[in-house]
């Protein structure tokens, strides 16, 4: 099945510094979802993105929604420790209703 | 206002067992999911709903049947458990806030199966 390209797979940082990571699909989204999974819960929604050349913020948290509506970024700007988890990114493509999921940015900050 | 409630929590089955995995949302959200998380794999839907009465196949169907006879519930059985099915289970709703959906989770469903 479609799968999302998300890169990286995952990282480690000092807290403090910043973070980008990005996804990419072969085919034209409407809808970019980045979530934020912890260790045994359901991954929650972060940021949500309806049209191409959006810019969200949500605290230390901005994503784009690429102009080609092919690919999305997240920043989280001066991590924190709290920050640690698993990043996803979601697309919708036109005319379905399912969601496509890249698999993952695994993020570790250290103190 | 719960979101998405799904149980068990956790659930061990032996090889060829059937059980049900229950979702239940409280925010009149027209389209429900069920997704399978399997590590280096992401999520991968299994079936989805976009409303009481209508259900199809996701990507990775086989094993798995769904209904959808209300708008609030939409479980997911397990016909004859096989150890490929041990994962984490998220069930998810969404509803279309003009053209601005958003996908809301459970809190997911540890499956092994021996």
């Known amino acids: 099945g479609q799968q999302l390209n998300q890169s990286p797979q995952s990282m480690f940082i000092q807290e403090g510094e910043d973070v980008s990571m990005n996804c990419t699909s072969s085919?034209?989204?409407?809808?970019w979802l980045w979530y934020k999974q912890d260790p045994g819960e359901g991954p929650v929604l972060l940021i949500a993105l309806y049209k191409a050349g959006e810019l969200t913020s949500n605290g230390r948290l901005t994503a784009q929604f690429g102009i080609t509506r092919k690919d999305s970024f997240l920043n989280i700007s001066a991590s924190i420790p709290s920050d640690v988890g698993i990043y996803f990114c979601?697309?919708?493509?036109?005319?379905?209703?399912?969601?496509?999921f890249g698999t993952g940015t695994r993020l570790k900050v250290l103190a | 206002n719960a979101g998405v409630t799904q149980t068990p929590k956790f659930q061990v089955l032996k090889t060829g067992q059937s059980m049900t995995l229950q979702c239940a949302q409280d925010?009149?959200?027209?389209?429900m999911s069920w997704y399978r998380q399997d590590p280096g794999m992401g999520l991968r839907l299994i079936h989805y709903s976009v409303g009481a009465g209508i259900t199809d196949q996701g990507e990775v169907p086989n094993g798995y049947n769904v209904s959808r006879s209300t708008t609030e519930d939409f479980p997911l059985r397990l016909l004859s458990a096989a150890p490929s099915q041990t994962s984490v289970y998220f069930c998810?709703?969404?509803?279309?806030?003009?053209?601005?959906?958003?996908?809301?989770f459970g809190s997911g469903t540890q499956l092994s199966v021996l």
């Open positions: 925010m009149n959200h027209e389209y």
């Open positions: 998810a709703s969404s509803i279309r806030q003009g053209a601005h959906e958003k996908l809301f």
């Open positions: 085919s034209i989204f409407n809808t």
């Open positions: 979601a697309g919708h493509p036109s005319g379905t209703y399912k969601y496509i």
